[in-house]
């Protein structure tokens, strides 16, 4: 029996943060075995599971969704297991998920006929880390894309797979505490789901100090932490760092010397790029406006989902190409094609 299941390359902080965690073996192992059902974990020998090379998400869906692909051996037979998890790091829903996963899926079964038009196509297990506000909401099976007045005629000719998700905005404390995973995943998966919230992350800190000191006290715990302090800094947007560090300063002195180290190193990065990063962020935001711009004076509608997107681009190029295509396009969606 050959396995796939779905997972998330490295262009954003989650995405840096995610794959820094979860690429290492030990740590992808614990949060699949958390999500999948117990006959999927029971089918896989996950002491033989690895790192494959290679993404699979559409370049233009790289700022939402990040992949890892996972080879292991099959329990019953000892034939070669994928394994695929997506992270989905988007603001906003994505309803047709199980459609996205689809084409991700399709992709690694055209590259594996690429390689290997012999044998047969390797099954794939679908599994999403969700870090999604307001919890995960759209159909986890193919099929609840459709309608189900269609009855035995979709039946017929339907294909259908369902996806785990680990919807870590439904998931408190308890739950992260009581998962069989490293200490560096399990506050991973704490900042992924708070971080994003300086105020909310500050009220949580008090409950999270002795695992970061923890961690830091760790052989190597300083390189463990690096990545978790990293992504604190560049996505908590309203976070008062110096209220973060003096929480820290009493009760996790260790955890609390690496923040400020990594902190200061990412603030002398700023510096020394001063007034070019500067223009660069005021060019991106008169990029982003002229595009929406152009789209609402030709009259289209732009969603919640289509304004996010463009306003959070940090790709220059591409808000220009969706400039041009705002031109023409018949709907705001379209600037995104081609």
Partial sequence: MSVIVPAPVTKTPHDALFKSVFQQPENAAAEL?????????SAIDWSTLK????????????????DLLFSANAQASGERVFVY???????????????????????????????????PLPLIVPAVLAQVP????????FSGLFSPSLGMLADAVLPDFSYAVDDLHRADDADLRAR???????????????????????????????ELEELARMPGGERALAPLV?????VSSDLQ?????AILKARAPAAESVTMTIAEQLLAEGKAQGVAQGVAQGELRRAAASVL??????????????????????DLEALQHWLTRAVTAASADQIFEG
């Fill in 85 to 119: 998890l997506l992270f989905e790091h988007q603001s906003t829903p994505e309803p047709r998920m199980a459609l996205r996963l689809l084409s991700y899926m399709v992709s690694i079964w055209e590259r594996f006929s690429d390689e290997d038009k012999a044998s």
């Fill in 230 to 234: 990293s992504y604190v800094v560049r």
């Fill in 134 to 141: 307001g919890g995960w909401a759209a159909p986890t099976r």
């Fill in 180 to 210: 069989a995973v490293a200490q560096q995943a399990r506050l991973a998966l704490w900042l992924m789901r708070d971080a994003r919230d300086g105020a909310l992350l500050l009220q949580r800190l008090v409950d999270w100090m002795d």
């Fill in 241 to 245: 760092l110096d209220q973060f560090r």
């Fill in 293 to 314: 711009t152009v789209l609402e004076t030709r009259g289209l509608s732009v969603t919640a989902q289509v304004r996010a997107r463009i306003e959070g681009c940090q």
């Fill in 33 to 41: 075995q958390h999500v999948l059902s117990a006959e999927h974990v």
């Fill in 51 to 66: 790192l494959e090379p290679g993404s699979y998400v559409d370049e233009k869906l790289a700022d939402q969704h990040s």
